[in-house]
């Protein structure tokens, strides 16, 4: 089993940043990528960003350059620090760790952007 645990998220005005954490627990085997979808109510989870545990990072286009994941291996933990945040950014965003075919979700904290 694994267990995938979230924290951080909240409200900000737009501009500002917010740092998400994630933390995933249990029968971790590698090779595993981990990261951050969202997802609005009524559609479907989309990519934001995520890490390989080798270290190597894929963004979605509309946070290039405002958004950066980062990994500590040794705690299976991802953040997700995003700067210059926007009103479209506001979503429910969830971690996720890739296993084999496997994924495993966490709960998902939301993160609202205020004009």
């Known amino acids: 089993q694994v267990q995938v645990v979230e924290s951080g998220g909240g409200l900000v005005q737009a501009g500002g940043s917010l740092r998400l954490s994630c933390a995933a627990s249990?029968?971790?085997?590698?090779?595993?990528?981990m990261g951050w979808f969202r997802q609005a109510s009524g559609k479907q989870r989309e990519l934001v960003a995520h890490v390989t545990d080798g270290g190597v990072t894929n963004y979605a286009d509309s946070v290039k350059g405002r958004f950066t994941i980062s990994r500590e291996n040794a705690k299976n933990t991802i953040h997700l620090q995003m700067n210059n945040l926007k009103p479209e950014d506001t979503d429910v965003y969830f971690c996720g760790i890739v296993i084999q075919t496997h994924v495993y979700w966490g709960q998902g904290t939301q993160v609202t952007v205020s004009s």
């Open positions: 249990g029968n971790i085997l590698s090779p595993n990528v």
